[in-house]
């Protein structure tokens, strides 16, 4: 059974690397029956974005008291750490 999430990709510009990062998280996401409604933003537009979501997923320094849960990775960029990466997506998501 699949379960429906919403989650906030943020990177410098809100374009290029945040793109990059969603396309990998929601296919993978996919596999493990986890459906994402993916939003892009740049990092300074958070904030005014999160209403709603049940993570933030950045590759950039984001605020440490946000409201929702969020977790800063480099890991769909470098390859280094990807699958770890996935699996703390996929917890916290279940979580």
Known sequence: MSI????????GT??????VVSNAVVEAMKER???IDAR???ATEVRSELNGMDL??????LPADLPVPSMVT????TG???AEALDKIEAA???
């Open 4 to 11: 429906n999430k919403r989650v906030l990709f943020a990177c």
């Open 14 to 19: 809100g374009i290029a690397t945040s793109t």
């Open 33 to 35: 029956g986890i459906n």
């Open 40 to 42: 892009q933003c740049k």
């Open 56 to 61: 933030i997923v950045s590759t950039t320094q």
């Open 74 to 77: 480099l890991a769909f960029l």
């Open 80 to 82: 280094m750490g990807k």
């Open 93 to 95: 998501l279940r979580g």
